[in-house]
């Protein structure tokens, strides 16, 4: 098995077992959506296997630890960094200017998180 789909994966578990049933069907519509882009991108992950297990393994250890800080603050640093790393691979003179919205949809505002918008 691949390491992104071992990834994917794992995030949605951490989703379901967070006992957060929103966030959960949240996370598997982002899974979905993430395997297309990569899929229609071509991306590879070969490169990004030993940072992909550990940082996915220092969640899990700050979880079993029971430091959801911790495991808050890797979270974090582990998605920024995949962005990147998705991003960096993006081609430049061959992306359509509307693939982003087209493969991730425009982003919809729930009526809970319009009255927090501040911008």
Not at 14 to 29: K, M, N, S
Request: with cysteine.
């Amino acid at each position: 098995m691949r390491i992104r789909e071992v990834d994917l994966r794992f995030q949605d578990a951490l989703a379901r077992t967070a006992d957060l049933p929103q966030a959960a069907q949240t996370f598997e519509r982002l899974t979905a959506r993430l395997r297309m882009f990569v899929t229609v991108l071509r991306m590879d992950y070969s490169q990004a296997c030993d940072a992909i297990t550990n940082e996915d393994t220092a969640v899990f250890d700050a979880l079993r630890n029971a430091d959801g800080n911790e495991a808050a603050r890797l979270w974090r640093v582990k998605i920024e960094r995949c962005v990147r790393f998705m991003i960096a691979q993006l081609p430049e003179d061959d992306v359509a200017p509307h693939l982003w919205t087209t493969l991730a949809g425009r982003p919809r505002l729930h009526r809970e998180d319009a009255r927090g918008a501040t911008h």
